[in-house]
């Protein structure tokens, strides 16, 4: 068993390598414009960003506790972010972080996938990203209304959520089968690694495999 410990880490770093999801393979030609870049890439005219957190065993010592305490989950977690496109491919996972500490919209930024993806392409969000339409005006993002504060939405605006929603639900089954993997379904009791890099990796071999699922099923 500690051989074959030993082989699984040896092996991680290279499968994370090759299995990580990353953003297509640029075109021999260059892109002049937004009708050129649709023909190019029509599955990422319109992708869904989403946070995602786990629970992980109580870090040693309380000023390392701190950061990772989610007041949300009521429990230490770890918080990573992953793009979607709208066929349901992972795109992109961004670094993990302690999740006590980062909003959603934090890690957003934290990521620069905004500056990643053309201002055109439409980012679907949930309300965790509060904030995004100001800090990028200029991209095309959907996030439902939130509700004011002891008011109630009106008809209208509850029929626009129910459709951004509908949506939006693409993220869903991709979430799904990352966790049918048991190293994201329970609380990971593994090594982290510095910076969480450890953890991290083993989510893009996860994603990695997932989207290789994905595209055996639609060649």
């Known amino acids: 068993m500690s051989n074959l410990n030993r082989l699984v880490h040896r092996l991680e770093p ?10 297509p393979t640029p075109l021999n030609r260059r892109i002049r414009n937004w009708q050129e870049f649709q023909q190019a890439y029509p599955e990422l005219t319109e992708v869904v960003i989403d946070a995602r957190e786990q629970s992980i065993q109580r870090p040693r010592g309380q000023k390392r506790q701190k950061p990772y305490y989610s007041k949300k989950r009521k429990r230490h977690t770890l918080k990573t972010q992953i793009v979607v496109t709208k066929s349901g491919q992972v795109l992109w996972v961004s670094e993990s972080v302690p999740g006590g500490r980062v909003h959603d919209n934090r890690l957003l930024k934290r990521s620069r996938v905004m500056e990643r993806l053309p201002k055109q392409v439409t980012k679907r969000v949930d309300l965790g990203y509060q904030g995004v339409e100001t800090d990028y005006p200029d991209h095309a993002v959907v996030i439902p209304k939130k509700k004011p504060p002891k008011q109630e939405l009106t008809p209208s605006q509850k029929r626009q959520n129910r459709k951004k929603a509908k949506r939006r639900i693409v993220v869903e089954p991709t979430l799904a089968h990352l966790k049918q ?10 090594r982290r690694g510095t910076n969480n890099q450890s953890y991290n990796r083993k989510i893009r071999i996860v994603a990695g495999l997932v989207n290789l699922r994905y595209e055996s099923r639609t060649a």
Not at 15 to 20: D, K, N, Y
Not at 181 to 190: D, E, G, H, K, P
Request: no cysteine.
């Open 181 to 190: 993997f048991q190293v994201l379904s329970q609380t990971y009791r593994n």
């Open 14 to 23: 290279v499968l994370a390598e090759h299995l990580r999801p990353q953003p």
